[in-house]
């Protein structure tokens, strides 16, 4: 789910200007910079995560992983795709951020619902994704299973959504 910053709390949200301005398919793996900070639903969540100074390369690069993001809406707004970008910490004083730095690495954002198919969730909503990733082979393979529920009610699946490489 898109981290985020809300510009004001409470306010609702339909369909990002960003959206609007560009045509921004259904499945597909879209690369953006500079991808709006109004339309982050909640704060970002570990997906994918490799210790290169594990003791071993076994150990600290998995060839597949298995997590959970559980993200809290800070706005009420309508569901319709996750952001990823990548943060890394390379050693204690070295960190990258491919969305609040200038990197080479790109960031991605995955229409995951069409407009109409977007799910309304209010603000302290809960969206859960289960991730699977599999780096072995030539291709990274990824798998998102999504769920959300409204303040107090229990999660829903959503979608699921399922890609290889990085776009």
Request: include cysteine; glycine fraction near 6%.
């Amino acid at each position: 789910m898109p981290p985020a910053r809300p510009d004001a709390p409470g306010q609702v949200r339909d369909q990002s200007q960003h959206e609007r301005q560009h045509e921004i398919k259904r499945g597909v793996l879209h690369h953006v910079v500079g991808f709006p900070a109004e339309a982050m639903l909640a704060q970002a969540e570990a997906m994918e995560w490799y210790d290169f100074a594990a003791p071993s390369l076994e150990a600290g690069l998995p060839e597949e992983q298995r997590t959970t993001c559980t993200f809290t809406t800070r706005i009420a707004a309508r569901f319709s795709g996750v952001h990823l970008h990548l943060r890394a910490a390379l050693d204690q004083h070295t960190r990258i951020d491919a969305r609040e730095q200038d990197t080479t690495w790109s960031c991605i954002y995955i229409r995951l619902l069409a407009a109409g198919e977007a799910v309304w969730l209010p603000q302290g909503s809960t969206v859960c994704c289960s991730c699977s990733i599999d780096v072995r082979g030539e291709c990274s393979h990824y798998t998102l299973d999504v769920s959300a529920a409204p303040p107090g009610e229990p999660l829903a699946a959503i979608t699921s959504f399922a890609w290889s490489g990085d776009g």
